[in-house]
């Protein structure tokens, strides 16, 4: 069994080797807003890295690649790479994080020669990411055009990954990045989610680069999974077939005054109120915003890095309500308490808190290769809630005010997948029901929304069944507005369909 292990720099390599400049393996700022949080490694340079492992076989070639991608390789992570002979002619790879798939290839070889690989220029019809949604993407939507990898780049990417093998042709390597490159720029492109991929390759004789290549959608599943059928040729000569598959991430529908409205009304009921929303710049959180703005509060909005996205937010609700920007870690005991002073001063109260930010969650499970992992998301996820309700709690209690923790139907019913959430969901709650011991003036809420439809949630299956988070943010503050329960704690795990009116 092998280690590997994936660095940004890595990542960098194989995007100038194969074109594949897709956003979600190299902006930052682009990957924050998706379900993984942070870059992730091409799928192809994961396979490619695979079959590093695999060792030389004097005599043979490869005659077909099949790579099927169960999950996505992550930056920093130790991932273990299983080598298996399935007979003379055909051979298994695995990668696992720990006993859970990652990507199974399926190599097969033949004794035919590979025939003769000529570089020539660089080329790539595409140099950023086409960004179409499904429904620009109907069976037999076709894409050509020349391809050709920069040669000392393929060079260096083959000699780091151990890919100098006799059995291995440059022709190979350059198939592979291909696909890469084709799903990731062109067909879907910037909202791609690459799942699967065979690669078989003709007995030609000559192969030069710039190829040419022509893919073509053959099918649409009923989960949106795109069916891709392409050939590679050289001189009119087809020298490799391939059969791809991708989803295609949709949009997220936008948070807006009305669509917010549309759930909770308007009303000025809670004018003069003052509220404090932690992870507030997108999903639960921007919606929280958006319903206790247009309800009179004023919000104070909490954010970690992306200004941007949170002012777009402030000024989106404009005289709808007051919302005021306060940019720092939530985790922070120290940024914590400075933001507790700042929001005294300036207001002289705090009536609602809300903690609702989380880290991204990623699937873990229950074993030794993941402990590291699990341990640090229950300790950010419980640092998320435990900081700010030290600093903030007497300012709350002064006001006989509500601390409101967004926790989750997983304390309750966890899932095989997510460990690590429930248990940090659980000890939350545990932290809201002690603090209720000590604070006896404030009212407290825990709410277990059931998965919602947010960048977080953000994948084909992810977005089936998902809820509003408008519907949340609505009963959440048509709670606020009634009578508090000093002392008590309350649970809202139901969420009513309707618009509360005017008040």
Request: contains cysteine.
């Amino acid at each position: 069994m092998k280690r590997i292990r994936f660095t940004p720099a890595d990542v960098e390599l194989f995007s100038r080797a194969s074109h594949d400049r897709n956003p979600l393996h190299l902006s930052d700022e682009y990957a924050r807003r998706t379900p993984y949080g942070g870059r992730v490694v091409f799928g192809v340079l994961d396979g490619l890295t695979a079959m590093g492992s695999i060792p030389d076989r004097p005599g043979q070639v490869l005659s077909s690649v099949e790579f099927e991608f169960f999950d996505t390789a992550l930056l920093g992570v130790d991932y273990s790479v299983r080598v298996h002979e399935n007979d003379d002619t055909e051979v298994a790879v695995q990668v696992t994080d720990g006993r859970r798939p990652v990507l199974e290839a399926v190599l097969a070889f033949t004794t035919r020669k590979p025939g003769t690989w000529t570089p020539g220029t660089p080329q790539a019809s595409a140099t950023q990411a086409r960004e179409l949604a499904s429904a620009e993407l109907p069976v037999g939507y076709h894409v050509d055009g020349k391809y050709g990898p920069p040669e000392s780049v393929l060079s260096e990417l083959c000699a780091k990954l151990g890919l100098k093998k006799s059995w291995l042709a440059p022709q190979h390597v350059a198939a592979l990045m291909w696909s890469s490159y084709l799903i990731g720029m062109e067909l879907p492109g910037k909202r791609a989610l690459f799942s699967r991929l065979r690669i078989e390759f003709e007995d030609v004789s000559k192969i030069s680069s710039p190829f040419d290549y022509s893919a073509e959608i053959t099918a649409v599943s009923p989960v949106g999974e795109l069916n891709i059928k392409g050939t590679l040729s050289s001189g009119g000569d087809t020298w490799a077939t391939a059969e791809l598959a991708a989803h295609v991430r949709e949009d997220v529908p936008p948070i807006t005054v009305a669509s917010v409205e549309r759930f909770a009304g308007r009303s000025e009921s809670l004018k003069g109120k003052v509220a404090l929303v932690t992870g507030a710049s997108r999903g639960l959180g921007s919606a929280l915003v958006h319903a206790l703005a247009t309800h009179g509060c004023t919000v104070v909005l909490n954010f970690a890095r992306n200004r941007a996205l949170a002012e777009q937010i402030r000024d989106s609700i404009g005289s709808s309500g007051t919302v005021v920007l306060e940019q720092g870690d939530a985790r922070d005991p120290d940024w914590c308490q400075e933001a507790a002073d700042r929001t005294g001063t300036q207001f002289g109260r705090l009536d609602f808190l809300i903690c609702n930010a989380s880290p991204a969650l990623l699937p873990l499970w229950l074993e030794a290769d993941s402990a590291r992992r699990v341990n640090e998301f229950i300790q950010s996820s419980v640092a998320l809630v435990s900081s700010p309700i030290m600093a903030f709690l007497p300012q709350v209690a002064a006001n006989k005010g509500w601390n409101v923790l967004i926790s989750s139907v997983a304390t309750t019913q966890p899932h095989p997948h997510f460990p690590h959430y429930s248990v940090a969901k659980c000890a939350a709650e545990a932290l809201i029901r002690s603090a209720a011991t000590e604070y006896r003036s404030v009212s407290s809420l825990i709410v277990r929304p059931a998965r919602l439809l947010t960048d977080l949630t953000n994948t084909p299956l992810g977005r089936k069944g998902a809820m509003s988070p408008e519907l949340v943010a609505a009963s959440i503050v048509n709670r606020l507005r009634r009578e508090p329960a000093p002392g008590k704690v309350e649970i809202l795990e139901q969420f009513e369909s309707m618009n509360y009116g005017n008040v």
